[in-house]
């Protein structure tokens, strides 16, 4: 995890991972009724390769996790979205920082997506996740925008939400 520090960005931002407690009854299900479900129960077997989107970090070799499909942008807008993510099992706290990018993030080519407080896309930019913060600081520069979507850029998974410091969050 990378700690944001230079006194030159005015722009604080507050990145948080997904709630567990919708996700935990899925953990009892049998794969049989993972799958009537459109889930998919998995073993990891490699690192990096499995972002959980509670903790907003790789899971373990030899955990569980979920794949399954998340409402992420629920907006009733055109930009109404939902993507495959990851769970862990055993996730109890949702990451949740001020000025921190979590490692699972700067490994990836990653979508951010800027919103208006009402839902509709107003930018993006694909960008390296080791250089997020600048990208950040100029979505984050149109005072329209009230949050940014990170998705992963090659297979459009949800990663996690960013906000401004300050602000309420949707």
Do not use: W
Request: hydrophobic share 45%; glycine share 6%; net charge negative.
């Amino acid at each position: 995890m990378v700690v944001l520090t230079t006194p030159e960005n005015s722009m604080d931002f507050h990145i948080t991972g997904l709630s567990p407690e919708p996700f935990i009854p899925f953990f009892s299900l049998s794969d049989a009724e993972l799958m009537a479900l459109g889930m998919r129960r998995h073993v990891v077997d490699q690192k990096p390769g499995f972002p959980d989107r509670i903790t907003l970090a790789e899971a373990e070799l030899g955990e569980t996790v979920l794949l399954l499909n998340h409402v992420c942008q629920p907006a009733m807008t055109p930009y109404r979205a939902c993507h495959a993510i990851f769970v862990r099992e055993g996730a109890t706290q949702a990451y949740d920082a001020v000025n921190e990018v979590p490692e699972s993030m700067r490994l990836r080519l990653l979508s951010l997506r800027a919103y208006a407080a009402d839902g509709m896309m107003l930018d993006a930019e694909v960008v390296d996740g080791s250089a997020m913060e600048a990208v950040i600081a100029r979505l984050f520069a149109d005072a329209d925008v009230s949050y940014i979507h990170v998705h992963n850029a090659k297979r459009g998974c949800y990663a996690g939400r960013i906000d401004r410091v300050g602000s309420s969050l949707v």
